[in-house]
């Protein structure tokens, strides 16, 4: 009877570590996110490992929580990957940034370079609600800026910056990111037929221009060059990105290419998202600033939709008969490739017949959006160094 007793003392139903109300409620969050990659298919490459990891980091005793500390003289497994590849040396998101590098054609931007304004553009949410954020809702300045990454949509850049600045809110701003990632489908359409005339969605953009083999190779490193330049504390994310674009356009690494953006992003994407999972211990999670995060995030990710709108309509007022952009391709500026370029497709060919179809043209702003994050992440990190 005393083993019995001592088992059921150690299990999860009973002694010091037992379950507790927020743990069920975390199992009802995991489940949520699974069901949501599982029957709606949104981001399930990254939703099933969250929810799971989060189900996991909320199994008393088990020591599965990515809380980065020692127990006796060994690393519990996630807290291993989140100290040592996250938190110290901030591994898995450039990583992951190399990988979509090698997935990315910047032919559509470089065609239409007007483009890379609409991404520019679409940053805009980022930065509203990281002002809504540490000024409205009292964070400090760093969770204000890793809060309102969240509107670039764009999950990598997200957990690499909330690593580095406010650690302890990465299980809810990275959730956020996600979940909105996922939503783009649905958050969208409303904005861009709100901001959209008829005439406006019935634009018919010209063909892009030819782009060189020479202009495809020489992009990434000259944008690798002037961009970390400019801002160094991007280098990790966009040195990563365009290195990662180089072996792809080069031609003769493809062996390398096939590996960055294959085996080896798809191995990091499942670390990444159990680890960001395993931040989601109930008793952090479930707090009010959980909720003002959650809908900070949202209003970041719609202001950044609306900024690319925008500024495209602007644009056109000095753009000449022929010249003019498609408005709604500037929604297609965040960070989401290529879901928010397909988002675009299907509303304006709803809304026009079939008569327009402006996908590889949204596919410029889509990749500038990736470029952008990238770029406001090293913004903060700078701005944030130079007042402290």
Not at 290 to 295: D, E, F
Request: with cysteine.
């Amino acid at each position: 009877m005393d083993i019995i007793q001592k088992l059921f003392e150690s299990s999860g139903f009973g002694g010091d570590v037992s379950l507790v109300w927020q743990n069920f409620v975390m199992f009802i969050i995991g489940g949520v996110l699974i069901t949501l990659a599982v029957k709606k298919n949104f981001e399930p490459l990254l939703l099933i490992p969250i929810g799971f990891g989060a189900i996991l980091a909320n199994l008393p005793g088990a020591e599965m929580s990515a809380k980065p500390e020692e127990i006796g003289d060994k690393w519990p497994l996630f807290a291993f990957i989140y100290h040592y590849t996250i938190n110290k040396a901030e591994l898995l998101p450039p990583i992951i940034f190399m990988g979509v590098g090698a997935l990315t054609d910047f032919r559509p931007l470089l065609g239409r370079p007007i483009t890379f304004l609409l991404g520019a553009a679409a940053q805009i949410g980022i930065f509203l609600a990281a002002l809504g954020a540490f000024y409205i809702f009292d964070f400090t300045l760093k969770e204000a800026a890793s809060i309102g990454i969240i509107g670039g949509a764009d999950g990598p850049t997200t957990i690499y910056l909330t690593a580095k600045l406010a650690p302890h809110l990465l299980g809810a701003v990275a959730v956020a990111a996600y979940s909105y990632m996922a939503l783009v489908p649905v958050i969208q359409p409303p904005i861009i037929k709100l901001l959209t005339t008829q005439k406006e969605r019935e634009i018919d953009m010209p063909q892009a221009r030819p782009v060189s083999k020479t202009a495809v190779v020489v992009f990434p490193i000259a944008t690798c060059v002037l961009t970390v330049l400019f801002i160094p504390a991007s280098g990790p994310l966009i040195g990563m990105l365009m290195f990662g674009n180089l072996i792809r356009e080069s031609g003769v690494t493809q062996r390398l290419s096939s590996t960055a953006s294959g085996p080896l992003i798809n191995i990091v994407t499942i670390f990444l998202g159990l680890i960001v999972g395993a931040t989601m211990e109930g008793e952090k999670f479930l707090k009010g600033e959980t909720l003002a995060i959650l809908a900070l995030g949202m209003v970041a990710f719609c202001f950044s939709t609306a900024g690319g709108i925008v500024f495209a309509k602007v644009l056109n007022l000095f753009l000449g008969e022929g010249k003019k952009i498609n408005p709604c391709i500037g929604a297609a500026g965040v960070s989401a490739v290529p879901m928010a370029s397909r988002v675009v497709q299907n509303f304006v060919s709803k809304h026009t017949d079939g008569r327009v179809n402006p996908l590889m043209a949204a596919m410029g702003p889509n990749v500038a959006g990736v470029i952008g994050s990238a770029v406001s992440a090293g913004v903060f990190l700078s701005l944030i160094k130079a007042l402290q």
